[in-house]
C-alpha cells in the first residue's frame, strides 16, 4: 500500500527548521545563579533556623528580658521552685560556659565581625579595625563595669559575725557569710552578650545577595549596553576580585561562627533563667538587667549609631549590601524590597529561586532606605 501524502503545509507546520541560539547573543539579559549543590541546601536550611533566634528585634528582646529579670524573680522568690541540676554552682554550664562567657562570646563574635568586615571593607584593614573596636569597647565595659559589682560588694559589706579583718575574703575562710548588696554579675554578663551577638549578627543580614550583585556585576562590565548598577559598581577590578575571592573563602567560616553564636545565645537564654530562679535577689538582678540594656542602648543605639568614635555599623563598610538603618524583617520581606511591590517571585525558604529582575539594584546610599520604595535605574556610561 502506498503511504498517505502528507499536504506540504502541514509538513511546514510539524517540522519547523532548528533556530541556532547562543546565550551571548541575548544582550541584555542577566546570568542565572549556579545550582545549588545539597550542601548548600543543608547549610541555608541551618542557617535559616538560626535566622529566626537572632534576626528578633532587639527592642523586643529587651523588653522581655526586663519582665523576665523582674517578675521571674519575684516569683523565684515567693514560689517555693525545687532544686534542680542548674541551681547547683558546679553544674557543668555555669562551671564551663557562664564562668567564660565572655571569652566564649568574644571568640565567636570576634571571629565572626572579623571575616564579614574583610569582606564588605574589601580587606581595608583601617575599616577592618574600627570594626573590631566595637568588641573592644564592649569588652572595656564588660571589665569596669564587672569589676565596680564586686568592689560595690566588698566596700559596703559586713561579716555575719565580728573578727579583726572584716572583708569578704577573710570572712567566708572562717565559714561565716558576707552580707551585702551584691548586684548580679550573671545577670549582667548573660544579657550583654546576648544583646551584642543579636546586634553584631545583623551583618549576614543578605549576605547571601552578595553573590547575585558579584554574577551581575561581572555581566555588567562584560556587556556593552546600558545596563543597571549594582552596589559593587563603584569598586575597582581589583577590589572587585578581592570581594569575591574572600566572599567564597570566608562564607563557610562565616556560616560556621553564625551557627555557634546562635548556640551561645540559647544557652545564654537558659543560663539566665536559672539564675532568675536560683540566685541573688530581686533587686540585685533587676540593677543588673538594667545597668546591661543600658550599656547595650548606649553604645549601638547612641554611640555607634551617631558614629561618635568613628566607629560604624555592623555592614557598613566599601559598599553596601544592606541598609542597616532599615527594620530588621525576615529574609523574604528583605528580598522583597529589592523588587517592586507587585512581582512575585518564587522562592525557598525565604530566598529566591532565581534573582529578580531588578536584583542588582541594591540599597546604597543613592537610594531610599523605605524597603516598598521603588529606585531609578542608573545606567552606566
Not at 575599616?127 to 560588694?153: Q, Y
Amino acid at each position: 500500500m502506498n503511504a498517505k501524502k502528507v499536504p506540504k503545509s502541514f509538513s511546514a507546520l510539524n517540522f519547523r527548521p532548528q533556530v541556532e541560539s547562543k546565550m551571548s547573543d541575548k544582550k541584555g539579559t542577566k546570568p542565572l545563579p549556579d545550582p545549588a549543590s545539597i550542601q548548600q541546601v543543608l547549610w541555608l536550611m541551618v542557617v535559616h533556623l538560626c535566622r529566626k533566634v537572632l534576626f528578633v528585634d532587639p527592642n523586643i528582646k529587651v523588653g522581655i528580658y526586663i519582665m523576665l529579670v523582674f517578675f521571674g524573680s519575684i516569683l523565684g522568690d515567693v514560689l517555693p521552685i525545687p532544686n534542680s541540676y542548674f541551681s547547683r554552682k558546679d553544674n557543668l554550664f555555669n562551671v564551663y560556659f557562664v564562668k567564660l562567657s565572655w571569652g566564649w562570646t568574644m571568640t565567636c563574635v570576634g571571629s565572626f565581625v572579623y571575616l564579614t568586615s574583610s569582606v564588605y571593607s574589601c580587606g581595608d584593614q583601617t575599616k577592618i579595625r574600627k570594626h573590631m573596636l566595637r568588641l573592644l569597647f564592649a569588652t572595656f565595659m564588660w571589665f569596669f563595669w564587672t569589676n565596680l559589682f564586686v568592689n560595690i560588694e566588698e566596700s559596703y559589706g559586713y561579716c555575719s559575725k565580728a573578727i579583726i579583718r572584716s572583708n569578704k575574703k577573710q570572712c567566708v575562710s572562717k565559714g561565716l557569710t558576707w552580707n551585702s548588696f551584691s548586684i548580679s554579675g550573671h545577670a549582667f554578663i548573660l544579657i550583654y552578650c546576648t544583646l551584642i551577638i543579636m546586634e553584631e549578627a545583623k551583618a549576614l543580614v543578605s549576605w547571601e545577595a552578595i553573590k547575585d550583585h558579584l554574577r551581575n556585576e561581572d555581566h555588567n562590565r562584560n556587556n556593552e549596553e546600558n545596563v543597571s548598577a549594582t552596589p559593587l559598581d563603584s569598586l575597582s577590578a581589583e577590589q572587585l576580585v578581592y570581594v569575591r575571592e574572600k566572599y567564597e573563602k570566608f562564607t563557610p567560616y562565616i556560616r560556621i561562627s553564625f551557627v555557634l553564636m546562635t548556640v551561645l545565645a540559647l544557652i545564654w537564654d537558659v543560663m539566665l533563667m536559672a539564675t532568675i530562679i536560683y540566685f541573688h535577689s530581686t533587686p540585685e538582678k533587676f540593677v543588673a538587667g538594667v545597668i546591661a540594656v543600658l550599656l547595650w542602648f548606649f553604645s549601638y543605639r547612641f554611640l555607634f549609631n551617631h558614629r561618635l568614635l568613628g566607629v560604624p555599623l555592623p555592614g557598613e563598610g566599601t559598599f553596601r549590601y544592606m541598609n542597616p538603618f532599615q527594620p530588621l524583617q525576615t529574609t523574604h520581606l528583605r528580598r522583597a524590597s529589592l523588587i517592586s511591590k507587585t512581582e512575585k517571585i518564587p522562592s525557598f525558604m525565604g530566598m529566591p529561586l532565581s534573582p529578580p529582575k531588578s536584583a542588582a539594584e541594591a540599597n546604597t546610599t543613592k537610594y531610599p532606605a523605605t524597603p516598598e520604595t521603588s529606585r531609578p535605574t542608573l545606567v552606566r556610561q
